[in-house]
């Protein structure tokens, strides 16, 4: 049977071959005592290339979540020894949300009532067996699709479209996080502001798309040199640099060998090579809320621009 060209079914096949592609990337947990059943799901999935793992019962399932955290999706059965599906969706959703992984459960009762207590205790679907294959690809695919949307959906709204950072919201979200990380380990850090000096002229020189190419420019060095720190642009030219360091001096000299190389640099944006130059603003290892150390950054910030600009003030 060959669905007819842009037919809902014809589109529905040609988003299943794309996924055959892509499906590596997802892997899926069977939960199954009963080992005919498991295996019968694990082949249904090999044919379409999802990476695949196997718990015997709720417990080892918790286990693996653990151990392997590529898998984006659980599928499992109703009546198991030691932790039963229900059980085991429970206990994933104090861990896991929706929105992490998916949860389809599996039982062959013919009671209505399964697939609603699935659902009712976090399970995003229900199957019942026996079922044909046709059902169990186009539900795995919908809850898979609907995954990677809200994976997409969440990188856009954490993203700076123009840089690729993280963006204002990414960055107080991140930073709380990690400075709660830092503190609680003594681990000393800083909060630097970084703003680019008179870029207004490069705007007025050499046009906005230039300006933008600098931004980008700008932001692979953040990437080359702050690496495992958090680097975000706030917005316009302001960008922001959370990281640790051995200690203060450290920081200070990752902070100003970065200033020191985009003064020296040639940013080569269409036919012109650009140089330009960023004040930067630091605070170290405080304990105030994130809210006030931006005001101290920024204060400093405002300080190195005062001193004539391209330098570090803490
Ligand atoms: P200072 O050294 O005092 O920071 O001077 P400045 O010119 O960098 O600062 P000012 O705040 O006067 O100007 C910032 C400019 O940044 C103004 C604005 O047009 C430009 N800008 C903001 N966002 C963007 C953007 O996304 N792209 C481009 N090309 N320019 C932007
Ligand atoms: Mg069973
Ligand atoms: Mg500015
Ligand atoms: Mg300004
Ligand atoms: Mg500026």
């Known amino acids: ?9 014809f589109l529905y096949l040609k988003r299943i071959l794309s996924w055959q592609i892509t499906n590596k990337d997802n892997a899926i947990l069977v ?3 009963s080992s005919s059943a498991r295996n019968h799901v694990v082949e249904l999935l090999k044919r379409r290339n999802f990476t695949v793992f196997t718990a015997n019962n709720g417990v080892q399932a918790l286990e693996k979540l653990k151990q392997q955290k590529n898998i984006k999706m659980v599928i499992t059965d109703l009546e198991m020894p030691e932790m039963d599906g229900i059980e085991l969706t429970n206990e994933i959703r104090k861990i896991y949300s929706r929105e992490q992984l998916a949860v389809i459960g599996i039982s062959g009762a013919s009671n209505g009532i399964h697939s609603a207590r699935f659902i009712k205790n976090g399970a995003d679907d229900f199957l019942r067996k026996p079922f044909c294959p046709e059902e169990f690809y186009c539900r795995i695919t919908q809850n898979i699709e609907s995954l990677n949307n809200i994976a997409k959906i969440q990188h856009a709204a954490n993203t700076d479209y123009l840089t690729d950072l993280a963006n204002r919201r990414a960055f107080f979200r991140s930073a709380e996080q990690r400075i709660q990380g830092y503190i609680k380990k003594q681990v000393p850090y800083c909060l630097a502001m970084i703003d680019i000096d008179h870029f207004k002229r490069i705007n007025d020189q050499y046009g906005h798309d230039c300006g933008d190419q600098v931004l980008k420019v700008l932001a692979l060095y953040m990437r080359k040199h702050f690496g495992s720190g958090l680097t975000a642009r706030l917005g316009g030219e302001e960008f922001a ?8 001096d450290n920081l200070y000299n990752k902070l100003d060998d970065f200033r020191r190389e985009i003064a020296i640099a040639t940013i080569p944006v269409g036919e012109h090579h650009l140089s330009t130059s960023i004040s930067l603003g630091v605070v170290f290892s405080s304990h105030e809320p994130l809210s006030k150390q931006m005001s101290e950054a920024d204060s400093a910030l405002y300080s190195a621009k005062e001193n004539g600009r391209n330098q570090v003030v803490v």
């Open 241 to 248: 640099i959370l990281m640790h360091g051995i200690d203060t």
């Open 31 to 33: 939960v199954d005592d």
């Open 1 to 9: 049977y060959i669905p007819k060209e842009n037919s809902q079914a």
